[in-house]
């Protein structure tokens, strides 16, 4: 067996380009870690294939592939405008309705009924990933007239952002939980949670599925000014956070996101919680072969920076060259995990983890998941090893960026999968909690050949506690 060239996750979305069975086998090979399939498109006949043939193929290769469902939220987009694109010029004004009409150069209807309540004069509305932009000039009854600051082509369900704007709906939908029913019928755990804007929105979804008896994972994605006045919270009731930098880049200044960034994947490393960074990442690629050289350094310094994972929208769900795209994803990671051997990443978060022993917040998984690291780095180990059934300390080792592979043994189907989503973990299905023993460990990593004679291992376990998650145990093993 030959473990990836890549440490860093790779989330590709399953679309029209990328739903024959062949192609998703080819990107499993080609190292796609978790399918996003996006419930914004297609519908649940082609959602439930997606799923039968990701699971098929990954059971085909041996491999942990995770599926994320991504669930529209409260999505907030124009109605149907005839004989579109029309063009919104400049200077002109265009009234904005929330009544059901068929849309026009002057004329355009708004799915969202509360826009009327959300916006006051001089309030900026953008519409078509922002690439428009309109100044409200009046409010009567149903119609916001507006100014056109910036024109263009407009169409039929484009998106529509209200910077600054409070959005009277609930940030998770009646059709949302529908969809994370649907899901969890059909072996799904993993869910993110789009337009979050507090913790209760995480809790309401958690809680939704502990109700039907299903343990759940939520992947909060942070794209609301308000998720950014909350973000402890969201990254305490979270199980992951997912970077969507595209409506995040209109609810903010443009120029704040890179810090932005930075700031969400410092916080969600400490915490031990995944991160995935995501929109137009390679986004050139949907059309073209190569990537320009900014989506490359764009790619590149959110892994120096710590992300768990890098994500492929457009490109692998409905571009020309959906392998092209994640094979160079695969390259970037790889050069830019090279320059993170360093460590430097890994010695500020130690420092920072280190820190909490002064307040009294360090935990005892905290110095495991510590000493490990620094005894595989000092020993020249060639793997750390996790037995776990909750996939906590794997977590924890996984943030620090250790320089060998984290092998991970559990016995439990979600809990393997979600460990795909974190940097450096290479997750195995053991059949049974007997398996996931030291050694039978030992015994598997000798039958797959990934260790030979004199090769050290480190291995973080729980012994004593009765607690999931609550590793207490570190040893040093030479193979014989």
Known sequence: MKLPSHKTKIVCTI???????????????????????????????????????????????????????????????????ADGPVILRNGETVTLTTRNVVGTSTLIPVQYKQLGKSVS?????????????LKVLKLAGSEIICRIIIGGPISSHKGLNLPGAKILVNAVTKKDLEFIDFGLRHGVNTFGISFVEKASDINRVREFARKKGKLINLVAKIE???????????????????????????????EQVPIIQKKLIRKANV???????????????????????????????????????????????????????????VKIAVSAEHLSASGRLSHEIR??????????????????????????????????????????????????????????????????????????????????????????????LKTLRLVQKGDTIIIAERRMSEKPGETDSMGVMTIE
Not at 46 to 70: K, M, P, S, T
Not at 124 to 133: A, E, K, M, T, V
């Open 15 to 81: 679309g029209p380009s990328s739903s024959h069975p062949a192609i998703i086998e080819a990107m499993i090979k080609k190292g796609m870690n978790v399918a996003r399939l996006n419930f914004s498109h297609g519908d649940l006949a082609q959602h439930a294939l997606d799923i039968r043939n990701v699971r098929q193929a990954a059971a085909r290769l041996n491999r942990v592939v995770g599926i994320l469902i991504d669930l529209p939220g409260v999505k907030m987009r124009l109605g149907n405008i």
């Open 224 to 254: 609301r000014r308000e998720a950014l006045d909350n973000l402890d919270g969201i990254l305490h009731a979270a199980d992951a956070i997912m970077i969507a930098r595209g409506d995040l880049g209109i609810e903010v200044p443009t």
């Open 121 to 133: 004069k001089g309030s900026i509305i953008f519409l078509s990933d922002g690439f428009i932009q």
């Open 351 to 444: 420092e920072e983890i280190r820190g909490r022993f002064v307040t009294g917040h360090m935990t005892i998984p905290d110095v495991i998941s510590l000493n490990t690291v620094r005894a595989a780095e000092k020993l020249s180990a060639k793997y750390i090893i996790t037995p776990t059934s909750s996939g906590s300390t794997a977590r924890r080792i996984s943030r620090l960026k250790p320089h060998c592979w984290i092998l991970s043994f559990t016995h439990r189907d979600e809990v393997c999968r979600f460990l795909s989503f974190s940097y450096g973990m290479y997750p195995f299905k053991a059949p049974n909690q007997k398996s996931t023993q030291a050694s039978e460990i030992m015994k598997n």
């Open 271 to 329: 915490m031990g919680k995944p991160i995935i960074t995501a929109t137009q990442m390679l986004g050139s690629m949907t059309k073209n072969l190569r990537p320009t050289r900014a989506e490359v350094n764009d790619v590149a310094n959110a892994i120096l920076d710590g992300t768990d994972a890098v994500m492929l929208s457009e490109e692998t769900a409905a571009g020309d060259y959906p392998i092209e795209a994640l094979e160079m994803m």
